[in-house]
């Protein structure tokens, strides 16, 4: 089993190819397939114990929202075929409440979680979803609309479907 960065893949919107950190444009569609020279994506895999499941290795997209990523499919995962291989990518899960080894407030750029929970502001309830730092050792939240340059969709795949 290789546990080494790979490169495989491609990430499109509106069906051109797009690199990774690109600004979401307002409805547009995402789809990922085959790999385009000078576009392919680097996945490192994660840590799980087998070789099937991987990380971008940066952010996809930037400034795009937990329901932007709703609607898309990617909250619980959307089937693409990536280089002759079947994959589920999808928002990593990252857990409703603060882990014990996280600290807040979240560095760097913030990375949406597929859950979503009731957390509290001035007293009143209101829907948060978790976010997590790039160094992951940082974890908040931000409301599911809420759109920034640093809110990022750092998708996971698993493959074989």
Same mark, same amino acid.
């Given at each position: 089993?290789?546990?080494?960065?790979?490169?495989?893949?491609?990430?499109?919107?509106?069906?051109?190819?797009?690199?990774?950190?690109?600004?979401?444009?307002?409805?547009?569609? *995402?789809?990922?397939?085959?790999? !385009?020279?000078?576009?392919?994506?680097?996945?490192?895999?994660?840590?799980?114990?087998?070789?099937?499941?991987?990380?971008?290795?940066?952010?996809?997209? !930037?400034? =795009?929202?937990? @329901?932007?990523?709703?609607?898309?499919?990617? !909250? @619980?995962?959307?089937?693409?075929?990536?280089?002759? @291989?079947?994959?589920? *990518?999808?928002?990593? @899960?990252?857990?409703?409440?603060?882990?014990?080894?996280?600290?807040?407030? !979240?560095?760097?750029?913030?990375?949406?979680?597929?859950?979503?929970?009731?957390?509290?502001?001035?007293?009143?309830?209101?829907?948060?979803?978790? *976010?997590?730092?790039?160094?992951?050792?940082?974890?908040?939240?931000?409301?599911?609309?809420?759109?920034?340059?640093?809110?990022?969709?750092?998708? *996971?795949?698993?493959?074989? =479907?």
């Amino acid at each position: 089993m290789s546990f080494e960065p790979r490169k495989f893949g491609t990430m499109c919107l509106n069906g051109e190819p797009v690199k990774p950190g690109t600004p979401y444009p307002d409805n547009a569609q *995402v789809t990922f397939g085959p790999a !385009v020279a000078g576009y392919e994506l680097e996945w490192n895999p994660l840590p799980d114990g087998t070789a099937h499941s991987f990380i971008l290795a940066e952010p996809a997209l !930037v400034n =795009i929202s937990w @329901r932007q990523l709703f609607e898309l499919g990617f !909250v @619980r995962g959307k089937p693409f075929e990536m280089d002759g @291989r079947m994959f589920m *990518v999808h928002l990593p @899960r990252l857990h409703t409440k603060k882990p014990s080894w996280a600290s807040t407030p !979240v560095e760097g750029p913030r990375i949406w979680g597929q859950e979503t929970f009731i957390g509290f502001q001035d007293g009143k309830p209101v829907q948060q979803c978790p *976010v997590c730092g790039w160094n992951n050792l940082t974890w908040g939240s931000a409301h599911p609309s809420e759109r920034a340059m640093d809110l990022v969709f750092m998708p *996971v795949i698993d493959e074989g =479907i």
